[in-house]
């Protein structure tokens, strides 16, 4: 594990760092009792019955999610190259966490792109690197039901705490972990809510965030040292 202070810490070192870095787990692995399953549904609201139109919730919701916008920031921000194809993309998390910010990569490695007669549903899915402080794999979904109109948010998810954890923070993770990993999934829907409020015209073309970013002075990066 390496911490590094102030300038010491450079995103664009650690994010160009994360294509060498391997998925942290096996998924055959996976399974109960040892890992957490969680499944979180956010009804967004509802627009006109039918598939999505251009201008609509869902597509106003899709924007968001496609560029990872929904996350709350008091507990994650988010870093990726913008001109990086979305499949197959690396992207590098500064998550906060017993007040220290830590580097945590992932990497999307699958799309969802469903148009059926009864559901539109578009998503993305990522899995955790080496130096994550957990091992698993998120799947997000902006999902239109058109019998009646209604726009839902989905994140499924699997995980544990990596077993390379430094054990001081595997004890800080035992005791806060999973009651913050609960509170990111809840303000992920409440984020996506209350950015979807504004007009249309200014959420379908969400901003995208620079790699550069101001960084804290205290930043951990557990695959380092």
Same mark, same amino acid.
């Given at each position: #594990?390496?911490? !590094?202070?102030?300038?010491?810490?450079? %995103?664009?070192?650690?994010?160009?760092?994360?294509?060498?870095?391997?998925? +942290?787990?096996?998924?055959?692995?996976?399974?109960? %009792?040892?890992? +957490?399953?969680?499944?979180?549904?956010?009804?967004?609201?509802?627009?006109?019955?039918?598939?999505?139109?251009?201008? $609509?919730?869902?597509?106003?919701?899709?924007? &968001?999610?496609?560029?990872?916008?929904?996350?709350?920031?008091?507990?994650? +921000?988010?870093?990726?190259?913008?001109?990086?194809?979305?499949?197959?993309?690396? #992207?590098?998390?500064?998550?906060?966490?017993?007040?220290?910010?830590?580097? #945590?990569?992932?990497?999307?490695?699958?799309?969802?792109?469903?148009?059926?007669?009864?559901?539109?549903?578009?998503?993305?899915?990522?899995?955790?690197?080496?130096?994550? &402080?957990?091992?698993?794999?998120?799947?997000?979904?902006?999902?239109?039901?058109?019998?009646?109109?209604?726009?839902?948010? !989905?994140? !499924?998810?699997?995980?544990?705490?990596? %077993?390379?954890?430094?054990? #001081?923070?595997?004890? $800080?993770?035992?005791?806060?972990?999973?009651?913050?990993?609960?509170?990111?999934?809840?303000?992920?829907?409440?984020?996506?809510?209350?950015?979807?409020?504004?007009?249309?015209?200014?959420? !379908?073309?969400?901003?995208?965030?620079?790699?550069?970013?101001?960084?804290? %002075?205290?930043?951990?990066?557990?695959?380092?040292?």
């Amino acid at each position: #594990m390496r911490i !590094t202070r102030g300038r010491d810490a450079d %995103p664009f070192a650690v994010l160009a760092d994360l294509g060498a870095r391997q998925i +942290n787990y096996d998924r055959g692995e996976v399974a109960r %009792p040892d890992w +957490n399953f969680d499944r979180h549904r956010h009804v967004l609201g509802f627009e006109e019955p039918g598939p999505p139109t251009e201008y $609509g919730l869902w597509s106003r919701a899709r924007a &968001l999610v496609r560029d990872y916008e929904f996350t709350p920031p008091e507990l994650i +921000n988010a870093h990726y190259r913008s001109d990086t194809d979305l499949a197959d993309r690396n #992207m590098l998390l500064e998550g906060r966490f017993l007040g220290l910010r830590f580097l #945590m990569g992932v990497r999307i490695t699958a799309l969802l792109d469903e148009r059926g007669e009864e559901r539109t549903a578009w998503g993305w899915s990522y899995d955790t690197l080496d130096g994550h &402080l957990e091992r698993g794999r998120v799947d997000y979904a902006v999902v239109k039901h058109h019998s009646i109109g209604e726009v839902e948010f !989905t994140a !499924t998810s699997y995980s544990q705490v990596s %077993p390379a954890l430094h054990p #001081m923070l595997r004890v $800080g993770w035992a005791v806060f972990g999973r009651r913050t990993q609960l509170r990111f999934y809840r303000r992920i829907g409440e984020r996506l809510e209350d950015l979807l409020r504004y007009p249309a015209d200014a959420v !379908t073309v969400p901003r995208r965030r620079p790699v550069a970013r101001r960084w804290n %002075p205290t930043i951990i990066d557990a695959a380092s040292g």
